[in-house]
């Protein structure tokens, strides 16, 4: 896939059928962008909704919906479908299953990209508290959110993606493997969290390679999600004011925030793959957002293509 800040491939997965589960905010939507910049038909599915039922509640109390996701897909060039959906409940995902089935017959790129835990793990001064001090519900819930959702997800939806060849299943997660299995993170529950979603993809790549797909894990440098932003009091626009301490009541952003990244870095990342009729040999791997950069030769929305992970793998 060609792509590039001045000039993305616009149909290069026109005829795709893509699912971002935890597409709300963050890496979900910026992924779920890219595949709408690319041309693809993208299933948006999270908790926090404008228009569905209150009963499916976020971990988050925040403003972001699926609804303005698949609203930012359609405005960039593709057709988003906004599904309110608790990725923890195996009958909505089931549902989620027979709606796609009944309507595409398919699915050609499913991106876990389902999290919600970020509140619960804690600020930094929080980390590094040992398991036995640690609450235990907490910990488990966080376990829950960022495992148990994959689990159920890839169970309901990959035999929609097996349909015929070429499909494409991204996990999303936190460091690679090479990088998690040197260094602890955080606690033992985010910890083993981001261990297994690396793990995931190099089983579920295994189970997958006889039916011509390929499983991905995919973990983004320092992400400008929307919460990130918000605790340096900036936006999208003026990121680079968190560098200097510029913004009053807020504090400075670390030195290592130049080079973080936009969502929409690791979106693009997922739509070269998806893109690539050789994304095979890709299959079990896990890799960062600045790989498939130099791979593919994307960059982020403002021209640069940074590497937040570089002497970190």
């Known amino acids: 896939m060609g792509s590039s800040l001045s000039s993305p ?5 026109r005829d795709r059928v893509a699912v971002v589960a935890g597409a709300t905010r963050g890496a979900g939507r910026g992924i779920a962008a890219a595949l709408g910049e690319a041309g693809a038909t993208v299933v948006c599915t999270g ?26 897909v359609t405005s960039l060039g593709g057709t988003g479908i906004a599904v309110q959906v608790d990725h923890l409940e195996s009958a909505q995902v089931r549902s989620l299953a027979a709606r796609l089935r009944a309507e595409f017959g398919r699915v050609d790129v499913l991106v876990n990209a389902i999290w919600g835990a970020e509140v619960l793990k804690g600020p930094p001064h929080t980390w590094d508290t040992p398991i036995w001090r640690h609450d235990l519900e907490v910990g488990l819930r ?24 070429g499909g494409l299943l991204a996990e999303i997660t936190d460091g690679t ?6 260094h602890y993170r955080i606690s033992v529950y985010y910890d083993l969290a981001k261990v297994a979603v690396n793990r995931l993809a190099f089983s579920q790549g295994h189970e997958l390679e006889p039916h011509g797909a390929t499983a991905v894990a995919v973990t ?20 680079r004011d968190a ?27 997922i739509a070269a793959l998806a893109a690539d009729p050789g994304r095979a040999r890709w299959n079990q791997q896990s890799v960062t957002s600045a ?21 970190h793998r």
Do not use: C, K, Q
């Not at 493997?177 to 040197?182: I, L, S």
């Open 9 to 13: 491939d616009r149909d290069a997965l």
């Open 220 to 239: 983004p440098g320092w992400l400008r999600s929307e919460m990130m932003l918000d605790n340096f009091g900036v936006t999208e626009a003026n990121w």
């Open 243 to 269: 560098l200097d301490g510029s913004v009053d009541g807020y504090p400075s952003a670390p030195g290592g925030f130049e080079v973080s990244e936009s969502p929409r870095y690791i979106g693009r990342g």
């Open 291 to 311: 790989e498939l950069a130099r791979a593919y030769g994307f960059t982020d929305i403002d021209g640069r293509a940074p590497d937040s992970w570089a002497g």
């Open 142 to 165: 966080i376990l829950r959110l960022a495992v148990d959702t994959h689990l159920i997800t890839s169970h309901h939806l990959l035999p929609l993606l097996v349909e015929r060849p």
């Open 177 to 182: 493997a090479a990088y998690n299995a040197d």
């Open 47 to 72: 908790r926090s909704s404008r228009a569905g039922t209150g009963s499916i509640r976020s971990d988050y109390d925040r403003s972001e919906t699926v609804e303005e996701t698949a609203e930012l």
